[in-house]
């Protein structure tokens, strides 16, 4: 299966299938972290033909997401003498796509990438349309560019070894996509198991062409692809709060689609109904669903360093009823808080 992404400057495939050999006639560096390199290494190097093939491993983990991380990867490029026509191949989860993805962009000012995602949440969301970065203190994925891959190989054979946790953290990702655009897909998700091999093929297959629709008509996230972060305005800060630590992506996404139903609910953009049928949906994941937020104010405050606001107005993507959504900078703060202050 063949997805093509095309935007006015580039187009690449996605595909979805067993990973086939891939040959290049230049230098290259794999970067990955130890889970993965221990696990699917010597199977990913066995697929690669290149003119030098090198590999940098670095740590696991979002709180290693950072400047630091970067110039490791850095570094090794400039020790193997990677030059501009060099690639590098992002093989793991969404942390490092979107280091890879970032290391490439500024290296040399911008060499190409390739994506060879491992994890359900980065073949499903993260390995696809090109936002690459790291996070600072101030918050998530802060830093960084617009920068897309030469290509996307997903193999969900790779979904084999991953943990449970990992797992429905990446069905938060999907279960996004079906509320902001494609109710039958939701209710495809209420009735289907996606533990079994073909359900999440196929569910793999609807999010990537969704996400690919909406990247191709909004590669820079000036209008529809804003709707993409359904759950991320809230759940951003709850990683930014709890230091990456408590919560992988996912699951911190999820617990901020619960967040934005119950504003849509408070103004009335969807029912009581369909708000509980979507956190039921993420319940049968085993995904967090709840959180104590200790300090409103401070919590709020945090909105104003999503990337998606602008001066003094928050932008949120609330859904309309289950298969729609609307972006939008007008919710007034006194709704906001009395969202925040039920989860307290």
Not at 80 to 99: E, Q, W
Not at 129 to 152: D, S, Y
Not at 250 to 265: P, R
Request: charged share 25%; proline share 3%.
């Amino acid at each position: 299966m063949i997805v093509n992404i095309s935007l006015p400057d580039t187009s690449y495939d996605i595909t979805i299938d067993k990973l086939q050999k891939i040959t290049l006639d230049k230098k290259v560096v794999v970067v990955t972290n130890p889970t993965i390199s221990a696990l699917h290494l010597d199977y990913l190097l066995s697929k690669i033909n290149a003119t030098d093939l090198s590999v940098v491993t670095i740590p696991d983990g979002e709180q290693y997401k950072n400047m630091k991380t970067i110039e490791q990867i850095l570094e090794h490029c400039f020790e193997h003498k990677l030059n501009r026509s060099s690639m590098l191949i992002a093989f793991g989860g969404g942390v490092i796509g979107d280091m890879t993805g970032f290391a490439a962009s500024i290296y040399q000012r911008g060499i190409d990438f390739i994506q060879i995602p491992t994890t359900l949440l980065s073949q499903v969301d993260a390995s696809v349309g090109g936002k690459t970065g790291i996070n600072n203190k101030f918050g998530k994925n802060l830093v960084g560019a617009f920068h897309q891959p030469k290509a996307v190989y997903i193999n969900p054979f790779f979904l084999t070894t991953l943990p449970k946790r990992e797992f429905s953290a990446g069905v938060a990702e999907i279960v996004k996509m079906a509320v902001c655009f494609d109710k039958d897909f939701f209710n495809w998700l209420e009735n289907n198991d996606l533990q079994n091999t073909e359900n999440i093929k196929i569910a793999i297959q609807k999010s990537v062409e969704t996400k690919a629709n909406v990247v191709s008509q909004d590669e820079k996230e000036q209008g529809i692809r804003a709707a993409l972060n359904y759950g991320h305005t809230f759940g951003h800060v709850v990683e930014n709060e709890t230091k990456y630590k408590k919560y992988l992506h996912g699951e911190a996404v999820g617990i901020g689609m619960v967040m934005a139903n119950n504003l849509s609910v408070k103004l009335e953009i969807m029912s009581v109904d369909e708000a509980l049928k979507i956190e039921n949906l993420l319940k049968k994941y085993n995904i967090p669903t709840t959180y104590k937020i200790k300090d409103i104010e401070d919590f709020y405050e945090h909105f104003f360093l999503d990337k998606k606001s602008l001066d003094d107005k928050i932008k949120f993507i609330l859904p309309i009823g289950i298969g729609d959504c609307k972006i939008t900078n007008e919710v007034q703060k006194d709704i906001v808080l009395e969202v925040l202050r039920d989860m307290k």
